[in-house]
C-alpha cells in the first residue's frame, strides 16, 4: 500500500539509531545537523528538490550503494537495515511525524513511499552571455566525449567496484579509466564519465562552432537536435545505472549509448564531417 512521509512511516527509536550512524558514518561529508560540508545537505529546500519526485527507495539506494564516500573503498557499506535507520534520522529531522511502524528495509516496500510533492522553483532569468566556441566539433568529441564514452563502455570487461592495483607509470599510451582509477575510486570514474557526457552534449549545439570541414555545425537541424538529446539521455541513463554500482546494469546501458552515438553517425559522419549527404 502506498504511504506518504508524512503519515509516519518510522519510529523514533529507529531515527536515534540512525542518528548514531550519521554520525559515525556521515557528518565527515554532511556535517552536524544534515546541513552539509564537502557533501550537500540532506535537509532543506533543495534537497526537497531533489528527491521529491521519487519514492524514498531511491533516496535509500543512493545511501546504501554510493555511501560513504570519504571511507576506504574496501569499507564495508551500511547494511539494508542500517540505511533505513539513517533515512528515518533524515525524515526527523525534516520534521515529517514519526509512527508505530519501522520505516522498511525491503525494496518493494520503500518504493511505496513517497515524499510530498513540491512546487517547481521559478527559474531565473539568464544573465551570462554565451561564449565563443573555441575547438570545432571533431575536437570537442575526442576531448571530451570520446574519452567519457570510452570510460562507461570499459564497464563491459572492467568491474569498477573490484579491487585492484593500479599502474599508472605504464609507457603504453594514455588510459583514461586506468587514469582515472589511479586517481577516484573506480565508480566514482563512471559517474563522472556518465555526467560529463550528459553536460558536454549540449556544447554540440553551441552557436559558430564549427564542422571540421569549416562548415556551421548544423545547430538548427532537427535531427542533430534530436541526437544530441539522445546523448544526453544516454549519459543520464549511464549514470543512472551506474548508480546501481552493478557492472552488469551499466553494461546494459551501454547499448543507448552506443546507439545514441551510432544514429548521429550514420547521418553526420563521414568525408564531409557533421553535413547531411
Not at 93 to 122: I, M, N
Not at 173 to 180: L, Q
Not at 238 to 264: F, G, H, I
Request: some cysteine; charged content about 20%.
Amino acid at each position: 500500500m502506498a504511504q506518504n512521509v508524512t503519515s509516519g512511516v518510522y519510529t523514533e527509536q529507529q531515527a536515534t539509531r540512525g542518528l548514531a550512524l550519521y554520525k559515525a558514518r556521515c557528518t565527515t561529508c554532511h556535517g552536524d545537523g544534515l546541513v552539509g560540508r564537502s557533501g550537500p545537505p540532506l535537509v532543506g529546500a533543495d534537497f526537497m528538490a531533489t528527491w521529491s519526485t521519487q519514492p524514498v527507495l531511491e533516496l535509500a539506494n543512493k545511501i546504501r550503494r554510493t555511501m560513504p564516500k570519504s571511507e576506504p573503498v574496501d569499507t564495508p557499506k551500511l547494511t539494508a537495515q542500517e540505511t533505513s535507520d539513517v533515512v528515518a534520522y533524515i525524515l526527523q529531522v525534516a520534521k515529517y511525524p514519526s509512527g508505530r511502524a519501522e520505516l522498511p528495509t525491503d525494496e518493494a516496500a520503500l518504493k511505496s513511499v513517497t515524499f510530498p510533492t513540491q512546487a517547481a522553483a521559478p527559474k531565473a532569468a539568464a544573465t551570462v552571455t554565451a561564449l565563443s566556441p573555441v575547438g570545432n566539433v571533431g575536437q570537442v568529441m575526442r576531448g571530451i566525449l570520446f574519452p567519457s564514452a570510452n570510460i562507461v563502455f570499459a564497464v563491459q570487461g572492467v568491474d569498477p567496484g573490484a579491487k585492484r592495483t593500479v599502474d599508472t607509470t605504464s609507457t603504453g599510451g594514455f588510459d583514461w579509466f586506468t587514469w582515472g582509477l589511479g586517481v577516484y575510486p573506480g565508480w566514482d570514474v563512471v559517474d563522472y564519465a556518465a555526467i560529463s557526457l550528459s553536460e558536454s552534449a549540449s556544447l554540440m549545439l553551441t552557436p559558430g562552432r564549427k564542422c571540421e570541414n569549416g562548415r556551421p555545425v548544423p545547430v538548427s537541424d532537427p535531427d542533430w537536435i534530436k541526437f544530441t538529446q539522445e546523448l544526453v539521455d544516454a549519459g543520464k541513463a549511464a549514470y543512472k545505472a551506474s548508480q546501481t554500482r552493478n557492472q552488469e546494469a551499466v553494461s546494459e546501458s551501454t547499448n543507448q549509448l552506443n546507439d545514441s552515438c551510432m544514429n548521429c553517425h550514420r547521418v553526420y559522419r563521414g568525408r564531409n564531417h557533421c553535413v547531411k549527404p
